[in-house]
């Protein structure tokens, strides 16, 4: 196999992973879905600077959160009026029934700013280390580590958790219990 | 002075008091399964109708 299939196939393994990261970080499907066909499309273009052997999904993640930053800087103030919508809406959503939960953690999640969200998205979901997200953010370890604090203070927050168990998880333990008679 | 004060806040990071290990590990359970929906989502056919097109594109380039 030549480089360069070994490339399209490490693009193609990546794609799950590129697409989550995409729509996690911008919130919305259709724009996530632009970003990682101009990532696709810059890596490729691009793909000589790319040193086999290294870690392709942090160099692709890469790619992917500065496309995002860059059409972010354009939308500032439109996408802050949109996050202050958000927080509008959490404020008064009491509810938190069992099945809403990943809806309700996903609001919360795009209420974070950016560059908090990115954090915990690289280190709590995709798997990457403190040092491979400060690579992939270009800036210090101990920033990414104040980033994913802060943005954990903050969902611990908004999706009012404060214990080892929440409301829902508590309500399901009811019912449970009510039906099984305990 | 933003800026001053975003590095102030980096630089106090040992100081910062640590969430609770019950809230964070739960904040993480609700953070993978919300991002394993994500993950097992379908792949839109034209990303890899992209890669396929680019491939064929550089290998008769390669050949001319």
């Not at chain 1, 202050?84 to 309700?104: K, N, P, W």
Request: aromatic share 6%; proline share 3%; hydrophobic share 40%.
């Amino acid at each position: 196999m030549n480089d360069r299939a070994e490339f399209t196939a490490g693009l193609m393994k990546a794609l799950p992973s590129l697409r989550a990261f995409a729509i996690s970080l911008s919130g919305r499907a259709e724009r996530a879905d632009d970003l990682v066909q101009d990532t696709l499309m810059r890596a490729w273009a691009n793909a000589d600077s790319f040193q086999p052997g290294t870690n392709l999904n942090a160099w692709l993640f890469t790619i992917l959160r500065n496309l995002f930053h860059s059409e972010y800087r354009k939308r500032r103030r439109e996408v802050q009026d949109e996050d202050g919508a958000y927080a509008a809406r959490l404020s008064v959503q009491a509810s938190q029934d069992a099945h809403l939960d990943v809806q309700d953690f996903r609001l919360a999640l795009e209420s974070l700013p950016p560059d908090q969200r990115e954090a915990l998205l690289l280190v709590g979901a995709s798997g990457f280390s403190y040092e491979e997200a400060a690579e992939i953010c270009q800036c210090a370890v101990g920033t990414i580590k104040s980033r994913v604090n802060r943005a954990r203070t903050k969902l611990a927050e908004i999706l009012s958790i404060d214990g080892p168990e929440d409301l829902s998880a508590d309500a399901r333990t009811r019912s449970v219990t009510a039906q099984s008679g305990i | 002075m933003i800026r001053k004060h975003v590095k102030a806040e980096v630089e106090n990071l040992e100081e910062e008091i640590q969430i609770d290990e019950h809230i964070q590990r739960r904040i993480g359970t609700k953070l993978r399964s919300f991002y394993d929906e994500l993950l097992n989502e379908p792949i839109p056919e034209k990303f890899v109708e992209l890669l396929v097109k680019l491939e064929e594109k550089e290998r008769k380039e390669g050949q001319s």
